[in-house]
Each structure stands twice: as C-alpha cells, then as structure tokens.
C-alpha cells in the first residue's frame, strides 16, 4: 500500500504563478523528502523536512509538514517552465531503525505542466 | 562531488536471461538502496546496503538480488527475467543525514 499520496494527480498553470502540491502519509515518520523527475529520468532531491520542522525553504521552494494530520506541501512560487516534471513525496518504509538509510515509499506523483 | 553513477543506461534483455546493473554512489557515501520504476507500480523500493551488508529488503521476489564492495559501489542482479521486470532501476546514495540522492537510472526492457 502507498505511504505518500499526492495531491493533485495532474496540475497545469501558467508560468509566472505558484504551484502547490500536497502529500499525505498514514504512519509515523522521522522525515519526509521531496523528489522532482523530468520525463522519466532520475530522481532529483529537492528538500527533506525532519518531523521536528515546520516549514523548509529552498530557493523557490517552500515544504511544510504538518504530523498531527500527516501531510506535506511543497509550494513553487514564480514557476517556470522548467520546472514541469513530476513531483513525489517520499518517507521512510520504517522497516530500518538503526540511524541509517531507511528505504523510502513514494506516491504516485504529481505531474506538474507549467504552459508558457 | 560527482553524483551517483549508473551502467549501463540502458539494457534489452530477453525472457530467461540474466542481468547485472551498477551503482556507483557519490564519494563518502556508504549506503546504497536500489528501486524500481513502473508505470503500473511506480516506484518501489527494492533493497539497501550498508558496509557490504543488506540491511533492508522491500517485497521483491528472490530473484532481486544484490552486493555492495568495499568501495561502496553496488551491482544488483535479476536472474530468470520475466517481462513485467521492464522497469527504470534507480539507484541512490544516501548521505549521514538521511537525503538519498538517486542516478540516472538503467532502463531494462525485456522482450
């Protein structure tokens, strides 16, 4: 079963304006990582918020986490066409606890068309 | 720092065979995980090795299998392939503070 699900499936909005995608999750988690794929490439790592933060910023990106109701949101703001890809949210399978790389469960994505 | 690499790129391969993929992972990274990426199943986690050691196994039948050497380089295998096991193969190298960065990825069709 998927940890993550995001939220739009698809979105479409036109360069210049923000774009909000949003994560849910249904257990615990220690932290939550934002990926970005273009046209099936690799996975490009955007940002990984610690269940101890709030709110993350990078650059144009802006990731906040919210435990009590295990959800995330990554928000672009003044988007460019570049920036249409893929988004997925992805948290950690659980099943490792010893301080290291735990495998992570993604969601299916959020498919993100910035029209010029 | 270069980034995690991935040979090949891309791989056919027929029903039967066997195949082996590599990972190297970026400089002073000493966990490797492997995915899996299908349009149908997205993407799932495969295994994660750490010092020469699987520490972690997602829900992949027996013939997912793996090894990492001493360098931290990793090779996964997929012995007896079958067409459902066409997929992107993403590796990632994990830093100390948990971000795992992924490669380019080997794309295997099997025919």
Redesign the interface.
């Known amino acids: 079963s ?1 940890q993550g699900e995001e939220d739009p499936q698809a979105l479409s909005i036109q360069e210049g304006e923000n774009a909000t995608m949003n994560c849910s999750y249904k257990t615990s988690i220690n ?1 939550l ?1 934002w ?1 970005r794929q273009n046209s ?6 955007l940002i ?1 918020i610690r269940s101890n933060e709030r709110e993350k910023h990078s650059g144009r990106l802006r990731v906040t986490l919210d435990t009590s109701k295990k959800s995330s949101s990554l928000l672009i703001t003044a988007s460019r066409a570049a920036d249409t890809a893929s988004y ?1 949210c ?1 948290t950690p ?1 659980g ?2 606890s ?1 301080g ?10 959020t498919h993100l068309i910035i029209q010029p | 720092k270069a980034g ?1 690499t991935q040979t090949p790129r891309y791989l056919i391969k027929t029903r039967g065979q066997q195949v082996t993929l590599s990972c190297s992972p970026i400089s002073g990274h000493r ?1 490797v ?1 492997w ?1 899996q990426q299908t349009p149908g199943q ?4 495969l ?2 090795y ?1 010092s020469e050691t699987q ?4 829900n992949f039948p027996g013939r997912f299998s793996g090894r990492q050497f001493s360098n931290s380089r990793s090779e996964m295998n997929v012995s007896t392939l079958e067409l459902g096991d066409s997929a ?1 193969y ?1 590796c ?1 190298s ?1 830093s100390t ?9 080997t ?1 295997l069709t099997v025919l």
């Open positions: 998927q932290n990582q990926y099936g490439r690799g996975l490009v790592h990984l997925f992805a399978t099943r490792y010893g290291g790389a735990d495998g992570l469960t993604f969601g299916k994505g | 995690v966990s995980s995915y997205g993407l799932q986690f295994f994660e750490f520490r972690n196994k997602g992107l993403l990632a994990s503070l948990g971000e795992q960065f992924f490669g380019p990825g794309r």
